[in-house]
């Protein structure tokens, strides 16, 4: 008879949560949102936009250049040379595709007027810059 008692406390109760497996699942739940939020980042290089009232949605098939407050020049997280910059902007003419400039809103205007002509000269037909709305 003792071994029935003790058969009958070993069984957990039909009603009973396990929460082991609830916890589980909330953590693999966490850890993705955490791993989806780094890969989201675009850009390694902080920059600060300039604010324009009169932004407009662009098309995500353009090709993005940024340059950030020192004046380099980056595609793709990679600083670009001269050589490099105008072999890659003769690529975006050929196939006429459109730029798009991310300037650090505290970049000398000097850099970013030299970009553009630059692009110009190469065939591209259009360039835009990004900016945050106000």
């Not at 008879?1 to 589980?24: D, S, V």
């Not at 353009?62 to 950030?68: G, Q």
């Not at 002509?117 to 900016?131: E, H, M, S």
Request: some cysteine.
């Amino acid at each position: 008879m003792i071994f029935k008692k003790l058969n009958e406390l070993a069984q957990p109760h039909p009603a009973a949560l396990l929460i082991t497996p609830f916890i589980n699942t909330l953590l693999l739940i966490l850890f993705f949102f955490a791993l989806s939020c780094k890969l989201f980042r675009t850009s390694g290089i902080p920059i600060n936009l300039p604010k324009a009232v009169t932004s407009q949605f662009v098309s995500p098939q353009a090709v993005e250049f940024l340059i950030s407050e020192q004046g380099l020049i980056y595609f793709n997280g990679k600083i670009l040379n001269r050589e490099n910059l105008e072999n890659l902007l003769k690529e975006v003419a050929a196939r006429k595709g459109v730029i798009i400039l991310k300037v650090d809103s505290r970049t000398s205007l000097d850099k970013v007027v030299w970009f553009w002509d630059l692009a110009r000269q190469l065939g591209v037909a259009q360039v835009g810059v990004v900016t945050e709305a106000r």
